[in-house]
């Protein structure tokens, strides 16, 4: 028999998913073990996992899943066509529906006149501490997109407004704000996206505290400190109103054991796991009783990298299950990450 390892493993749904399905009774084990609660598997069982992990990637509703699996492993294969085709006809009627209302929304848009006030024609030179400009460039840059449709999210802005720079990145999933003082800075406000490759160039110079000179030129920016400098274009598009972004009702505010937290989710292989909020906030077990806390579903190897660098005294803010969940430093609130839950329905 195979254990809920080797089938996670080889079936490509992951441990979390399989105890899913087993309390969905779309694929419980063959076996449990009564004392310790631990699920085993046929050999059979392997074909119907993996044949379940490509419905769930073609997006099957579970419904149809289970049905599908019941006439498979049945032997009356004549229903799982049909099943087969109902889904990839609305799964076109879907698509047909969404070119649709995008196609409506493309002709609603139009030139939008920005009431942002954006200075980069002139030459403007700030300066900043580097030590505090290379502690907020850390605290952001986890958060920097790869997806090659959306470039502008390949890249950190940089918004100067009066004395503060803020940094900001995001690849849609999670955010990440922080701020640095500036000094020199009299004029409009700035914003620029700086490509990622720039940005750890600038970073690699960031070594003491020495003061660092910031130089923008129109859509060039430089960054020198101890007589080096790195210097480059930013990206062409722009970048999306983070503050419209971060405008987040208050929610409760739970401290963090960081280190234990991070050792258990070291522990996750898959995509996806659960947090139970109550006091504290752990990641939660299958045996955790129900009504014990709100349970948040995120990404694991997310929620490490927002916790990167951080120490007790960490906050995590939650508003409710749908929105996004806030990690606040212990020392200031001008650094903070948002972390889009994820659905834990597998």
């Known amino acids: 028999m195979h254990s809920i390892g080797e089938m996670g493993r080889d079936s490509g749904l992951g441990v979390s998913a399989l105890r899913f399905y087993d309390r969905a009774g779309v694929l419980p084990p063959a076996r449990v073990d009564p004392a310790t609660g631990y699920r085993w598997y046929t050999p059979e069982q392997l074909d119907e996992a993996r044949l379940l992990a490509r419905l769930r990637q073609a997006g099957m509703p579970l419904a149809d899943v289970r049905l599908v699996l019941a006439a498979w492993s049945g032997g009356d294969t004549g229903l799982v066509p ?53 502690a907020a460039l850390d605290s952001v840059r986890f958060a920097v997109g790869t997806d090659p449709e959306l470039p502008v999210l390949g890249g950190i802005l940089f918004d100067v407004e009066e004395a503060d720079l803020h940094l900001v990145a995001t690849d849609r999933y999670r955010m990440a704000v922080a701020r640095a003082t500036t000094t020199g800075h009299g004029g409009g406000r700035i914003q620029l996206t700086v490509p990622a490759p720039l940005v750890d160039a600038m970073r690699a110079l960031l070594t003491d505290d020495s003061p660092a000179l910031l130089t923008v030129d129109g859509d ?127």
Request: include cysteine; charge should be negative; hydrophobic fraction near 40%.
């Open 82 to 134: 049909r099943l087969l085709d109902g889904h990839l006809r609305r799964l076109e009627r879907e698509l047909a529906d969404a070119r649709g209302a995008l196609s409506a929304v493309r002709a609603r848009l139009g030139p939008k006149e920005s009431t942002m006030t954006t200075t980069t024609a002139r030459t403007t030179r700030l300066t900043v501490p580097a030590d505090e400009f290379a």
């Open 220 to 346: 060039a920016i430089e960054v020198e400190t101890q007589g080096r400098r790195v210097a480059g274009r930013a990206l062409g598009e722009e970048f999306p109103d983070y503050r419209r972004l971060t405008r987040l009702p208050e929610g409760r505010r739970i401290p963090l054991d960081v280190p234990a937290l991070r050792q258990a989710l070291a522990g996750q292989d898959g995509e996806r796991c659960a947090l139970l909020l109550t006091d504290t906030v752990t990641v939660a077990d299958e045996v955790d009783e129900p009504g014990t806390g709100d349970r948040v579903g995120v990404d694991p190897a997310f929620l490490l990298d927002a916790l990167a660098g951080g120490d007790d005294g960490m906050l995590l803010e939650y508003v409710g299950p749908k929105a996004p969940l806030v990690l606040l430093r212990p020392d200031t609130e001008d650094a903070f990450s948002l972390l889009m839950p994820c659905t834990l329905d597998a």
